[in-house]
Each structure stands twice: as C-alpha cells, then as structure tokens.
C-alpha cells in the first residue's frame, strides 16, 4: 500500500487507476479500525509520522465523489460518509455527536454534542466534551478530557508535521485551543482559555528561574494562559503565552491527583 500511495501521491493521474483507488481506501479502513495511524508512540516515549498514510488521507478526498446524507430533517453534502456501528464499537454518542469514517474511536469513549474529523485517534475512556472539535490526524490518548468547546487543531500539510498529541490522562479545560502540532504530555493539565500554538512560549514560573518551552507541555504540567511584554515599533504590548504553575502529583487515583491540582493551584477548567 504504501508503495501505490507514494507513487500516486507524485503523479496524480494514478488516482483514476483501480488498484490506486482500492489501496487508498483500504488504508482509510485500517485507520478507521485502529490498525494504521498517522503518527504512534515508540518505546522511548517520542512520536513517529507515518507520512504517507498522512498522505492517503489527503488523496482521499479527490477520490470521493459530493452526495446528499440525510437523516431523519437534516441534510448534508459532503464527499465523507460518517461513522456508524457505535454500539458494536462500544461508544456512547449523544445527539448530535458527529465522527467521520476514517477516524478511530475507541471502545469507551463518550462523545458529547462534538466533531471528530477523518485520520484523528480517539483513545479509549477519553470525553469528548459539547462543542469539542478533534481535527484531522490529532492522537487523543486514553482517559483523556476534551472539556466543552476545546479545539484540538488538525495537521494534513506539511506531511512531515506531527499532528496534535495529547496524551494519556491530559485534562484540556473549557475552550482551550492546541494547534501546529503542539504536543500535551502525560497528565498534564490545561486551565480553561489555554492557547498553545508552535511559537507559542510556555514558561514555568514555579522556580526562581523562569524556563521555557515551545511545542510542549511537560508530564503532569498545570497550566493556566498568562502574557508577557513584547516591544514592538509602536510599543510595548501584552503577547498571550502559558504558565506553568506547578506539577499534578503522581497518584495512582488520578481523579483525586486532578482534583487536588486544581483546587490547589485555583485553576479554572
């Protein structure tokens, strides 16, 4: 598969070829059940991109061809078929949670009123919270917490971009936005209103010294959105970044670990 997707992805005209077309989808399938992903944890605890699966899933689209979806009063038209069989899969899904096929949801993830977008992984017992959005080929973790109105951004191009990580046990507060590829560690917490991009500076204030992260939370990192001066020629301005203000305690009970972080550091979520 990876072969026919590499060739079709230099010379398009491949994309009217059969076999190009099955491999394509086949790859969707296997993303769609779990078995390929657009980027996997190795056993160092660093992330690898599959790149050319990243690829099948843009090839996909000049594939498929617009048709009309309706159910029950709504109407859409799009190229994606949605997801179905959450019972088999063993998902809870409330109206009006919608998943695209090719997206991998784990038995025992609760989706809320929110989206999941193709080539995204949604790890088991992880909440989707209301109005949460999971983009194209973002990797959510186990017992993770997507709280309502988070933005998890999508990563397609460039190919050799890692998309959104957040990893295992990471709580998100309400309307925190995480995009470009900006990886959440292990537990870590995000206060409501986080913003992290790429370029966005993360600083841990808990020492006497600040240090500062780009592109990274740190494992069991509490974080909450801050802003620094910047001089510009007009002047001095307010730039947003995050704070980290101290560590999630390593509990076997992560529940009450999370709990005792927020009341602990007053963190709003």
């Avoid at 944890?41 to 990243?54: F, R, T």
């Avoid at 989206?115 to 989707?128: E, H, L, P, W």
Wanted: charged content about 25%; glycine content about 8%.
């Amino acid at each position: 598969m990876k072969v026919i997707i590499e060739k079709a992805w230099e010379d398009r005209s491949l994309l009217a070829d059969k076999n190009t077309i099955e491999a394509i989808e086949l790859v969707i399938e296997e993303i769609d059940k779990g078995r390929l992903r657009v980027a996997e944890p190795l056993a160092d605890g660093s992330w690898q991109v599959n790149e050319w699966v990243k690829k099948a899933v843009v090839l996909y689209f000049p594939i498929r061809k617009m048709e009309t979806i309706e159910v029950g009063p709504f109407e859409f038209h799009d190229k994606m078929a949605l997801k179905t069989n959450y019972k088999e899969l063993g998902v809870r899904v409330v109206p009006h949670a919608v998943a695209r096929y090719g997206a991998y949801i784990a038995s025992g993830v609760i989706m809320m009123p929110s989206y999941i977008n193709i080539g995204a992984f949604v790890d088991s017992g992880t909440m989707v919270d209301t109005w949460a959005t999971v983009g194209s080929c973002a990797q959510i973790g186990k017992d993770v917490h997507l709280s309502g109105g988070v933005g998890i951004g999508g990563v397609l191009e460039p190919l050799q971009a890692a998309p959104v990580i957040i990893e295992d046990g990471a709580f998100i507060g309400s309307r925190c936005i995480v995009v470009e590829g900006v990886r959440v560690r292990k537990e870590a917490v995000l206060g409501a209103n986080v913003v992290l991009t790429k370029s966005t500076k993360i600083i841990d204030v808990t020492g006497d010294n600040p240090v500062e992260y780009k592109g990274e939370v740190p494992e069991r990192s509490v974080v909450i959105p801050g802003s620094y001066t910047k001089k510009f020629p007009a002047g001095d301005y307010q730039v947003p970044c995050a704070l980290i203000i101290g560590k999630r305690k390593a509990s076997t009970d992560l529940k009450t670990s999370l709990n005792d972080a927020l009341r602990e550091h007053n963190v709003a979520v």
